[in-house]
């Protein structure tokens, strides 16, 4: 592509000199003054800009710093008479690439300046784009190629470049943390910050704090002055999570902000501004919420500019498997094992499950299934003891464990065993053993004990 340069200088002589010199490599800009230099400037992208320091009515290094605030990145060369050297000087520690003194002299040595200009700009484009490449890379892992997804996807890459709030609706553990961070990952923001806040997790005023910020001294314990999620978030995404859970209070400062793009920080007044897109996310239909009295209308309106409905797992044909697949494979590398594939009964299994906690629920039942077991095939009847793996039409071929033995002799052996291989999987750590069990720690505590796998 031939760069483009603009020259600004109210000198003609200089103007066609440059122009004469490039115009076989680049397509050269002329402007004589300021105001014919930011009407280009917003106008064209260009890859150097060369400008006069002295301009009828303006200042050109001003004019540069307007541009570079801009475009950071902007290649820029100042034009400078002797006497002002001293302050071009100190405009290339600004980050302006370099300054030339007028008369020019030598023409070669010029031209060899504007062409390392424009290679320092062809190699910032380069990192811009690799930078882009890259996060489009850093993008979460999503699965889904059932139709319900593939319509989500093709909903969220619409939506990721626009700057307009994005509301995600969905069951719990459908996803929304998940795809919140695909957008931020696909949208123009991604190499700025991402900011996530649970509005659900959190009491009133310590949500308040973190999304404001505050002043030194504006309450006990505020020691020093921080900046909240607000300012954090400039330039970026930030990701409310349960915004229904959001208290009155905090809904119509949250709605002031979005109306000003300014708030100020607590114990203060004084008003700072901010850009950020919204992306919120709520496990109760928010329109519900609104009818029932708990949600302010005129904030739904605000943050419902496009809803986003995130599918249960039950609606996503074929992509249980996918998913289930996908984990396993990742506890896999995990834990260092090498457990699968899943056998017909299994997978029969897990396509029955109705899957009330959506993907979060699958996850976990394969984190534990790869946890617990040694390695070799996965069998419906190693799901069934870890999770709460109800077949919806209960099927009639769910196998059952084949063992000789009475039920109590059965189930006394099966717990043995699936304690012992817990503790195991757990390194030993009856906390750990907890959790992925989904057992109470006291409980298990209890029945480890029983079985002589840990003592007092
Ligand atoms: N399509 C998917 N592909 C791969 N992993 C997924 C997918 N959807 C969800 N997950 C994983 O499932 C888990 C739950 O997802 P996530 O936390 O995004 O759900 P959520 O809708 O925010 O749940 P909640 O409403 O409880 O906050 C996460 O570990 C996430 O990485
Ligand atoms: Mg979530």
């Known amino acids: 592509m031939v760069p483009k340069i603009l020259v600004v200088d109210d000198d003609r002589y200089t103007r066609t000199l440059i122009e004469q010199m490039m115009r076989k490599t680049a397509e050269v800009h002329l402007a004589e003054d300021g105001a014919a230099a930011r009407k280009l400037f917003a106008a064209v992208d260009f890859n150097l800009v060369l400008m006069d320091q002295r301009l009828p009515g303006d200042n050109g290094l001003e004019l540069l710093r307007e541009f570079r605030a801009r475009r950071p990145n902007l290649v820029a060369i100042l034009i400078t008479g002797f006497a002002d050297v001293r302050d071009a000087v100190a405009a290339v520690r600004e980050g302006l690439f370099d300054y030339l003194t007028k008369p020019f002299e030598d023409l070669e040595a010029l031209e060899a300046v504007i062409g390392k200009a424009l290679e320092l700009d062809r190699a910032y484009r380069e990192i811009d784009s690799l930078r882009n490449r890259l996060a489009t890379e850093g993008a979460p892992d999503v699965v889904g190629q059932s139709a319900a997804m593939e319509r989500l996807l093709g909903q969220i890459r619409q939506v990721a470049g626009l700057d307009t709030t994005v509301l995600l609706e969905g069951e719990s553990g459908t996803g929304k943390d998940l795809i919140a961070k695909l957008i931020h990952a696909w949208s123009t923001r991604s190499a700025k910050p991402y900011l996530e806040v649970n509005c659900g997790g959190l009491p009133e005023s310590l949500l308040e704090s973190l999304l404001f910020g505050y002043e030194k001294g504006a309450f006990t314990g505020a020691s020093q002055a921080n900046p909240g999620y607000f300012e954090k978030a400039h330039g970026g995404n930030l990701f409310l999570d349960e915004i229904a859970d959001m208290s009155p209070k905090l809904q119509s400062s949250l709605l002031r902000v979005l109306q000003d793009h300014s708030f100020a920080r607590i114990g203060s007044t004084q008003p700072r501004t901010t850009d950020f897109r919204l992306i919120c996310a709520t496990n109760r239909p928010l329109a519900d919420e609104v009818k029932a009295g708990r949600f302010r209308e005129d904030l739904y309106y605000r943050i419902n500019v496009v809803a986003v409905r995130l599918p249960p797992l039950r609606e996503r044909d074929g992509d249980i498997i996918r998913l289930a697949a996908h984990f396993l494979d990742h506890y896999n590398t995990k834990f260092g094992k090498e457990c699968g594939p899943f056998t017909p009964a299994a997978v029969r299994a897990l396509e029955a499950c109705r899957w009330q906690g959506n993907v ?49 002799d059965a189930r006394a052996e099966f717990e043995r065993e699936y304690l012992r291989r817990l503790l195991e999987a757990a390194g030993g750590n009856v906390s750990e053993a907890a959790r992925l069990s989904g057992i109470p720690r006291q409980n298990l505590y209890v029945r480890m004990k029983r079985w002589g796998f840990v003592t007092d």
């Open 360 to 408: 979060r629920e699958l996850q976990h039942c394969i984190e534990r299934v790869v946890a617990l077991q040694p390695g070799g095939a996965i069998d419906a009847i190693h799901l069934s003891p870890t999770t709460d793996l109800r077949p919806d039409d209960g099927h009639p071929d769910s196998p059952a464990p084949a063992q000789a033995l009475a039920y109590p």
